[in-house]
């Protein structure tokens, strides 16, 4: 691994205090702030086949090695785990994508992202005027304006599902228009999908062409990638298709759409993130990651959390580089808060969402 990377920020290995606080950062998570992301943004590559077959092999027995000592190896408790939850919370985008939304669920879920933790566990932790919000809101196009209106002001992104989400299987065109119209309504984060049949042809330019329209499409809004990886079939497929995203211009590539049968796995995060950390050695170029789907327990955000401190470094535990896409999460993690305080776990009723 480069060592720029692994200079992220060595102090950060004890992730707890005595006192419970956020993790150290160089700004409180998600202060007010303009709608900028702090760091340079992709501009992508020509594509480069060549390089793209230096990345062809992947050894899926060795990537589940890696991650059954990485779950195990670290038991993080006590001060030291509600620190890390604290920082799944503002490295999340709380999601709402069901067929029954409507702009009131909308806005009763923006005010939770607003103000996500009862009051009683905010003093029992110590954490009074600490802005620990979920990055963003994620909502399905026609809901943009609603949550832009709810969380004006507070520093916290509105992120649109677009190109005919879950399967991209419109016209180009319309994909493509579908990018614009949430970005004019004032999404800042634009999460789309790519044709799978595209990489199961190893259509390589097609899909580079394709996604190099959508990042030019967003504009100034910031483009995650969801590559669909349950439906790829192949840890290969989803190193190839992270790699062609990346060369794009993503600015940070995704699982799922959190409706395929397979969502988010530690094995295909793994392989991302290495594609992640091969492009930022070949380019310099920061890109973040976003597992999505199937991440509901306080448990298995420590676990993704683990794997990219160890994997990627410090930095990569920031919101502008990591993203948990999650609609249950918040709820699961309150509950575990509640029960460092109380010692009892509380029903989920009490942590009410949308």
């Not at 607003?114 to 026609?142: Q, S």
């Not at 394709?210 to 590559?227: D, F, N, P, Q, T």
């Not at 298709?241 to 049968?261: L, Q």
Request: proline share 4%; charged share 25%.
């Amino acid at each position: 691994m480069s060592s720029t990377i692994r200079e992220a920020d060595l102090s950060a290995d004890r992730l707890g205090p005595s006192k419970i606080t956020p993790l150290p950062a160089r700004t409180a998570a998600n202060a007010p702030a303009p709608q900028a992301h702090g760091i340079a943004r992709n501009p992508g590559m020509k594509l480069d086949l060549g390089f793209m077959e230096s990345m062809r092999s992947v050894n899926r027995s060795a990537l589940e090695r890696r991650v059954a000592s990485l779950t195990k190896r670290r038991s993080i408790k006590a001060d030291n785990q509600a620190a890390w939850l604290l920082r799944a919370v503002a490295c999340m985008d709380l999601t709402t994508l069901n067929s029954n939304d409507t702009d009131e669920r909308v806005r009763r879920l923006c005010a939770k992202a607003v103000n996500p933790f009862r009051r009683d566990i905010v003093e029992g932790l110590g954490i009074t005027g600490e802005k620990i919000r979920p990055a963003a809101v994620c909502v399905y196009h026609p809901f943009v304006a609603t949550a832009v209106d709810a969380l004006r002001g507070t520093g916290i992104h509105v992120a649109a599902v677009s190109t005919a989400f879950p399967h991209g299987l419109t016209p180009l065109s319309t994909r493509l228009q579908e990018i614009e119209a949430s970005v004019r309504d004032g999404a800042d984060e634009i999460d789309v999908v790519i044709p799978r049949g595209l990489v199961f042809a190893a259509k390589w330019q097609e899909l580079y062409n394709e996604i190099v329209s959508m990042r030019a499409a967003c504009g100034e809004a910031h483009l995650k990638v969801i590559l669909g990886t349950g439906d790829l079939a192949t840890l290969r497929n989803v190193m190839l298709a992270s790699m062609v995203a990346m060369m794009a211009g993503a600015d940070f590539i995704k699982t799922s759409t959190g409706k395929e049968s397979v969502n988010a796995t530690l094995p295909v995060g793994l392989a991302m993130v290495r594609a992640i950390r091969a492009y930022f050695e070949e380019t310099g170029y920061l890109i973040g990651f976003k597992p999505a789907g199937g991440i509901s327990t306080a448990k298995a955000s420590l676990d993704w959390l683990v794997l990219m401190k160890e994997e990627l470094g410090r930095r990569w535990l920031e919101p502008d580089l990591f993203r948990f896409g999650a609609s249950s999460l918040l709820t699961d993690i309150e509950r575990q808060l509640e029960h460092h305080l109380t010692g009892h776990y509380s029903a989920n009723h009490r942590h009410a969402m949308a």
